[in-house]
């Protein structure tokens, strides 16, 4: 069955990196767009980037724009979110999830359990 | 961007009963609109996609309609384990957005 399960969150402190690892299986990885959506402790859904089937697309929000690079490894069928001078705003759960389809602009249908990461000093 | 606004914010129903919730777009999104359910301390799951589209596996008392600005979700029949927060989501242009949500309790 399409599992993604995420790995890399815990407690950094402010100004510091982190990279978030989104392992994939179940699905054949390079017919899916995927994603990096988080959640404020208590708040929505955040959309923070996206990376096409191919690698060859990436598009963050402006919210993490120049601080955050989405990636993808076909060989270990795994997506990453490298994520450079994080701030306290950024603490979240971080989910990984899969594009429906090829392209960017498709609902997420199939979601990871989340990782949480806490900036904090 | 696109802003996603969601009406109500939150919602009390009975077992049985109809629910309905309904989202707006500030921007034509034609048909790009999703509906995810989301329980306490679980990842939301895909329900509707495509505006109406029932995704794999989501039961058939889940429905959608709408396009352009202004889109429905409904509950034909609320059941104990539709309690939840519900989020729409658009994805016709980047940056996609989801709206605040909609905390859906049993009266």
């Known amino acids: 069955q399409v599992q993604l399960v995420e790995s890399g969150g815990g407690v950094v402190q402010p100004g510091r990196s982190l990279s978030l690892s989104c392992a994939a299986s179940g699905f054949t990885f390079t017919n899916h767009a995927m994603s990096w959506v988080r959640q404020a402790p208590g708040k929505g859904l955040e959309w923070v980037a996206v990376?096409?089937?191919?690698?060859?697309?990436?598009y963050v929000a402006d919210s993490v724009k120049g601080r955050f690079t989405i990636s993808r490894e076909k060989s270990r069928n795994t997506v990453f979110l490298e994520m450079n001078s994080l701030s306290p705003e950024d603490t979240a759960v971080y989910y990984c999830a899969r594009g429906r389809t090829t392209t960017n602009f498709s609902p997420l249908d199939a979601w990871g359990q989340g990782t949480l990461v806490t900036v904090s000093s | 961007d696109i802003q996603m606004t969601q009406s109500p914010s939150s919602l009390s129903a009975s077992v049985g009963g109809r629910v309905t919730i309904t989202c707006q777009a500030s921007h034509d999104i034609g048909k790009s609109l999703s509906w995810y359910q989301q329980k306490p301390g679980k990842a939301p799951k895909l329900l509707i996609y495509d505006e109406s589209h029932l995704n794999t596996g989501a039961p058939s008392r889940f429905s959608a309609s709408g396009s352009g600005t202004d889109f429905t979700f409904t509950i034909s029949s609320l059941q104990p384990e539709d309690i939840a927060t519900y989020y729409c989501q658009q994805y016709d242009d980047l940056p996609f957005t989801f709206g605040p949500g909609t905390r859906l309790e049993i009266k």
């Open positions: 990376i096409s089937y191919n690698g060859g697309n990436k």
